[in-house]
C-alpha cells in the first residue's frame, strides 16, 4: 500500500541537512507533515483508498501538503513548486501529483472538510457540473533539453477544437500547476466548448472531468498562492500579482500569467496566437533558470484573444502517466 510518489522521502531529510536554501522550506514542510513512514493520513489528510487512488480525509492545503524535490532536481521546482513529488529522469524530470487541489473547492463534495460553496455570486450562468473530485497519483514527465517543432503557431491554429491540428497537447493532463493541480490544454471534450464549460468552474477556476481529475484550462488563485507563501506576490488576483507563474506542460513549454517570472510586464508585440514566445526565464533574485525557452502567457485583461492555457504543443515530446 506504499504510495509510490511518496517513497523518496528520504531526499528532502538529505536536503535539510545540506542547508540548500532553496531546498529548505521544502524539506522543513515534508518532515513536518510526514516524517517519511506511512502515508495514511500523513498528507494533509490524504488517505490511499482500496483501488490505490487517494481521498483526502483532511485539510489538504499548502501547509498541510507534502511537497518531495530530489536533491539533484533543477532549481526551479525546488523553488517554486508545493504538493508535488519531483524526481530526475536520464533527459528530465518526472512531476508526480495526487490529483487533490491544496486548496477549498465545491468539488470535493459536502461533508469533505475541503468543501466550499460553489460561487453564486457570478450570476445564474454559472453552474457546476455533477463530477466529483477524484485523486489519483499521476506522473508528467518534463524534458530539460525540449527540441522545437519549429512551429509558427498562428491564431488560426488555436481555434480551441480538438482534432483541427497535429500538434494540438493531448486531451486531459498535459501539463501540472506549481501548486499541484493538472493543467489541461484549452480544448472541452467532445462537442463541449470551453467558452461554456468555463461556467462550470470554482472559485478556483478549475473543475472535475468525469473521471474526477480536477483541472485548470486558465488563471487561477491556485498557483498564485503558492507565490504569495514563497514571497513572490502579495495578492493572489489573477492580473495582479507581482509575479505570476502557473505551471510547466509535459513538452517542456511553461505556462505564465500577466508577467515574466522576474515580474517584468511581457512583450506582447512578440506574442503568437497562444500568447506564446521564446524568452530566456529569469527569476526575481536574477537567476537564469532556462535559456531560450518557449512559454505562452494567460493573461485575458491584457491578451484578449486566447485567454486559456496552450493548444499547440510547441516541443516535440509529450508523456503523461
Ligand atoms: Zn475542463
Ligand atoms: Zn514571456
Redesign the pocket.
Given at each position: 500500500m506504499t504510495h509510490p510518489a511518496l517513497r523518496s522521502l528520504r531526499v528532502p531529510l538529505l536536503l535539510a541537512a545540506t542547508a540548500c536554501s532553496s531546498s529548505t522550506t521544502t524539506a522543513t514542510s515534508t518532515t513536518a507533515t510526514d516524517g517519511g513512514t506511512t502515508t495514511a493520513a500523513g498528507d494533509g489528510g490524504v488517505t490511499t483508498t482500496a483501488d490505490g487512488g487517494v481521498t483526502a480525509t483532511g485539510l489538504h492545503d499548502l501547509t498541510t501538503c507534502t511537497t518531495s524535490i530530489a536533491a539533484d532536481a533543477p532549481a526551479f521546482y525546488k523553488k517554486f513548486f508545493k504538493c508535488v513529488t519531483v524526481t530526475t529522469t536520464a533527459d528530465g524530470v518526472n512531476v508526480a501529483y495526487n490529483g487533490l487541489p491544496p486548496h477549498k473547492s465545491y468539488y470535493y463534495g459536502q461533508g469533505n472538510v475541503n468543501f466550499a460553496d460553489f460561487d453564486t455570486s457570478r450570476g445564474p450562468t454559472y453552474k457546476p457540473n455533477p463530477n466529483k473530485i477524484v485523486g489519483r497519483t499521476r506522473t508528467v514527465s518534463v524534458p530539460s533539453a525540449p527540441v522545437s517543432r519549429g512551429l509558427t503557431i498562428t491564431p488560426a491554429m488555436v481555434d480551441r477544437k480538438a482534432g483541427t491540428n497535429p500538434n494540438e497537447y493531448r486531451m486531459g493532463a498535459a501539463g501540472v500547476a506549481i501548486d499541484s493541480v493538472v493543467i489541461?490544454n484549452d480544448q472541452?471534450a467532445g462537442q463541449d466548448n470551453i467558452d461554456d464549460?468555463r461556467f462550470t468552474f470554482d472559485s478556483y477556476d478549475a473543475?472535475p472531468?468525469p473521471s474526477g481529475e480536477y483541472?485548470y484550462?486558465t488563471t487561477s488563485p491556485g498557483p498564485l498562492e503558492v507565490l504569495k507563501a514563497l514571497g513572490f506576490a502579495t495578492t493572489t488576483k489573477p492580473g495582479d500579482a507581482e509575479v505570476e507563474l502557473y505551471g510547466v506542460m509535459c513538452d517542456g513549454a511553461l505556462v505564465l500569467g500577466c508577467t515574466e517570472l522576474d515580474g517584468k510586464a511581457p512583450d506582447g508585440a512578440t506574442l503568437d496566437g497562444q500568447n506564446g514566445h521564446v524568452t530566456d526565464i529569469v527569476d526575481k533574485d536574477g537567476v537564469t533558470h532556462f535559456t531560450g525557452r518557449y512559454h505562452t502567457h494567460v493573461c485575458p485583461k491584457l491578451f484578449t484573444t486566447h485567454k486559456y492555457t496552450p493548444e499547440i504543443q510547441f516541443y516535440s515530446t509529450c508523456t503523461v502517466k
Open positions: 489541461f472541452a464549460e473543475h472531468a483541472h484550462h
